[in-house]
């Protein structure tokens, strides 16, 4: 079989090394005659394989010490309820900031718990950019902020932090998480369904600020609890276990390379190439405003959209996957997490240049 470059939005590419390493582990993880798959979570195998993942994480995005790290089930999804459930009483006012399909999920599920204040919304455009943060109205009285980093769908990306004084910032960093540096010490709560840019499918990390756990509204289950897990290790119950190995081997990757300042020159690389031609050529065009354009997900529509499914049909013949946009938005959609080797770009535009001149 001839290169594949796999450009799917999640579940996406992994560290092909990651995948060898896992392959070479996988009847037999370090001479314990197990696969990962088959170990008790308590045993003194996978204690050192999450440990190491803990370990490894908070190294690579320097966790203060004060910030509990979870491994949990439920995807970013089961966030947008346990965020309201433990931070917010049912009087309570919330602000979240619109970018997007993703903000609006989020937004739909808390206002089933507590008072919805939209600080602020990009809508206006189609969500093709970020609100500057002199044009958010926050609500003083507000138990949290949240806003969603990258919006995966849309892709914009925020490039800043908000700076919110002594509310609790929570982002759904879903889709970037890992991506570069962000100073965690300005966060509540950081979350992300590790299917993005960490891992499998079936695993989602929350990164909170210690002082936030604890305070759960009366007849939360015990599940969605941060306190449960927090003072579990996150092994209140079984967590996923394979997707918390994988998770390790991934950041142990990104640690070879040289960690998270390194990778966001490369990510940057590889988002300029494809941004570049796109703006350059008048048979592709972005949407979004140039200094929001979100480095990981890259949606960009043909000048015919008739053409698209030809579009498709043919870049599937090369070997370059999962371009389609999401249904919501239509065109298409290039993601470039970490995992994405500069070459899948630069076959990526070979191919689009080949496929205009051909049809513009
Ligand atoms: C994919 C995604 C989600 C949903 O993740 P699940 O793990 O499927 O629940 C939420 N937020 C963002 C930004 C995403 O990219």
Same mark, same amino acid.
């Given at each position: 079989?001839?290169?594949?470059y796999?450009?799917?939005?999640?579940p996406?590419?992994?560290?092909?090394?990651v995948?060898?390493?896992?392959?070479?582990?996988?009847?037999?993880?370090?001479?314990?005659?197990?696969?990962v798959?088959?170990?008790s979570?308590? &045993?003194?195998?996978?204690?050192q394989?999450?440990?190491?993942?803990?370990?490894d994480?908070?190294?690579?995005?320097?966790?203060?010490?004060?910030?509990?790290?979870?491994?949990l089930?439920?995807?970013?999804?089961?966030?947008?309820?346990?965020?309201p459930?433990?931070?917010?009483?049912?009087?309570?006012?919330?602000?979240?900031?619109?970018?997007g399909?993703?903000?609006?999920?989020?937004?739909?599920?808390a206002?089933?718990f507590?008072?919805?204040?939209?600080?602020?919304?990009?809508?206006?455009? *189609?969500?093709?950019?970020?609100?500057s943060?002199?044009?958010?109205?926050?609500?003083?009285?507000?138990s949290?902020?949240?806003?969603?980093?990258?919006?995966?769908? &849309?892709?914009v990306?925020?490039?800043?932090?908000?700076?919110?004084?002594?509310?609790?910032?929570?982002?759904?960093?879903s889709?970037?998480?890992?991506s570069r540096p962000?100073?965690?010490?300005?966060f509540?709560?950081?979350?992300?369904?590790?299917?993005?840019?960490? *891992?499998?499918?079936?695993?989602?990390?929350?990164?909170i600020?210690?002082?936030?756990?604890?305070?759960?509204?009366?007849?939360?289950?015990?599940?969605?609890?941060?306190?449960?897990?927090?003072d579990?290790?996150?092994?209140?119950?079984?967590?996923?276990?394979?997707?918390?190995?994988i998770?390790?081997l991934?950041?142990?990757?990104?640690?070879?390379? &040289? &960690?998270?300042?390194?990778?966001?020159?490369?990510?940057?690389?590889?988002?300029?190439?494809?941004?570049?031609?796109?703006?350059?050529?008048?048979?592709?065009?972005s949407?979004?405003?140039?200094?929001?354009?979100?480095?990981?997900?890259?949606?960009?529509?043909?000048?015919?959209?008739?053409?698209?499914?030809?579009?498709l049909k043919r870049?599937e013949?090369?070997?370059?996957?999962?371009?389609?946009?999401?249904?919501?938005?239509?065109g298409?959609?290039?993601?470039?997490?970490?995992?994405?080797p500069?070459?899948?770009?630069?076959?990526l535009?070979n191919?689009?240049?080949?496929?205009?001149?051909?049809?513009?």
């Open positions: 079989m001839s290169k594949i796999n450009f799917s939005a999640g996406a590419v992994l560290p092909k090394e995948l060898e390493v896992a392959k070479s582990e996988m009847l037999d993880w370090h001479s314990s005659g197990m696969s798959m088959e170990m979570h308590r &045993g003194k195998e996978f204690f394989i999450i440990n190491e993942a803990e370990t994480l908070r190294d690579l995005l320097a966790i203060p010490s004060n910030y509990k790290v979870l491994f089930q439920g995807g970013a999804h089961l966030q947008f309820s346990m965020i459930l433990n931070l917010a009483g049912e009087a309570s006012q919330v602000d979240y900031i619109n970018t399909i993703w903000s609006k999920k989020a937004i739909d599920e206002s089933r507590c008072n919805v204040n939209i600080a602020a919304s990009s809508e206006d455009k *189609g969500f093709t950019y970020v609100p943060q002199d044009q958010w109205r926050l609500n003083k009285d507000a949290y902020i949240h806003f969603t980093s990258n919006e995966t769908i &849309g892709g990306e925020f490039f800043w932090t908000p700076d919110v004084d002594n509310v609790p910032l929570i982002a759904d960093m889709s970037h998480i890992l962000v100073d965690v010490s300005k509540g709560i950081i979350y992300a369904g590790a299917q993005k840019n960490i *891992g499998p499918a079936g695993l989602a990390i929350v990164i600020r210690e002082d936030l756990i604890g305070h759960a509204r009366n007849n939360t289950p015990t599940m969605l609890d941060f306190k449960t897990h927090a579990n290790e996150s092994m209140y119950n079984t967590p996923p276990t394979f997707g918390i190995y998770a390790g991934v950041f142990k990757w990104l640690k070879n390379l &040289g &960690g998270l300042s390194e990778i966001e020159k490369i990510n940057t690389k590889k988002a300029n190439i494809l941004y570049n031609y796109l703006d350059a050529s008048d048979f592709y065009s949407p979004i405003r140039i200094e929001d354009r979100s480095r990981m997900n890259i949606p960009f529509t043909l000048k015919e959209s008739a053409l698209d499914d030809l579009f870049a013949a090369h070997g370059l996957l999962q371009l389609k946009g999401h249904k919501l938005v239509g298409m959609r290039a993601s470039l997490y970490n995992a994405m500069i070459e899948g770009v630069i076959e535009v191919f689009m240049e080949a496929f205009a001149r051909q049809h513009g």
